[in-house]
T-cell receptor
Framework: DTEVTQTPKHLVMGMTNKKSLKCEQHMGHRAMYWYKQKAKKPPELMFVYSYEKLSINESVPSRFSPECPNSSLLNLHLHALQPEDSALYLC??????????????FGPGTRLTVL | GENVEQHPSTLSVQEGDSAVIKCTYSDSASNYFPWYKQELGKRPQLIIDIRSNVGEKKDQRIAVTLNKTAKHFSLHITETQPEDSAVYFCAARNTGRRALTFGSGTRLQVQP
């Protein structure tokens, strides 16, 4: 299996809701990433997990809470979001962050709309 | 931190022509430079990458060149086809941070 999967594909939530985004890969990768992508912009790194430990947090607001339950799964818990958080949320994985050519495989993304 | 600049922001070519997209990076410690293609509504997909110990890499109609001294790298697409139309992102990764920094993207339109 050479694919990263994400659920749900679309999510609409109110500012008081709590929801979670899920990401899964079965390529044996030990690095997993969350990105946020606004329209016509590049992916913007949010978090990096390496061997199930948080390695990078790009000063993301606490209303976004990542979790890596095991080496195949990555979650992003959402709480009290703002309309400006509406974006495409992309998950990615790579062999590990120490690889010389760490090709990142992206999931299809979750299109999030915050009302 | 790393800064990656990408030009042009939009590029329109006729089918069969070549397209060149250029990126510059700021951190001399960067050692890995991938290029991603993102079609509308789709995920970014790696199309080619190059490591800092290599000056050029080619894969069929796509090639990437790297000039470490000048800190710039370029994507070359020859014999463009309408299905090459997409947004292309360059990226750089340095050994310290171990995360990609993306360029701002180039929207390539190939006119039939």
């Amino acid at each position: 299996d050479t694919e990263v999967t994400q659920t749900p594909k679309h999510l609409v939530m109110g500012m008081t809701n709590k929801k979670s985004l899920k990401c899964e890969q079965h390529m044996g990768h030990r690095a997993m990433y969350w990105y946020k992508q606004k329209a016509k912009k590049p992916p913007e790194l949010m978090f990096v997990y390496s061997y199930e430990k948080l390695s990078i947090n790009e000063s993301v607001p606490s209303r976004f809470s990542p979790e890596c339950p095991n080496s195949s799964l990555l979650n992003l818990h959402l709480h009290a979001l703002q309309p400006e958080d509406s974006a495409l949320y992309l998950c990615a994985s790579s062999q590990d962050i120490f690889a010389e050519a760490p090709e990142q495989f992206f999931g299809p993304g979750t299109r999030l709309t915050v009302l | 931190g790393e800064n990656v600049e990408q030009h042009p922001s939009t590029l329109s070519v006729q089918e069969g022509d070549s397209a060149v997209i250029k990126c510059t990076y700021s951190d001399s410690a960067s050692n890995y430079f991938p290029w991603y293609k993102q079609e509308l509504g789709k995920r970014p997909q790696l199309i080619i990458d190059i490591r800092s110990n290599v000056g050029e890499k080619k894969d069929q109609r796509i090639a990437v060149t790297l000039n470490k001294t000048a800190k710039h790298f370029s994507l070359h697409i020859t014999e463009t086809q309408p299905e090459d139309s997409a947004v292309y992102f360059c990226a750089a990764r340095n050994t310290g941070r171990r995360a990609l920094t993306f360029g701002s993207g180039t929207r390539l339109q190939v006119q039939p």
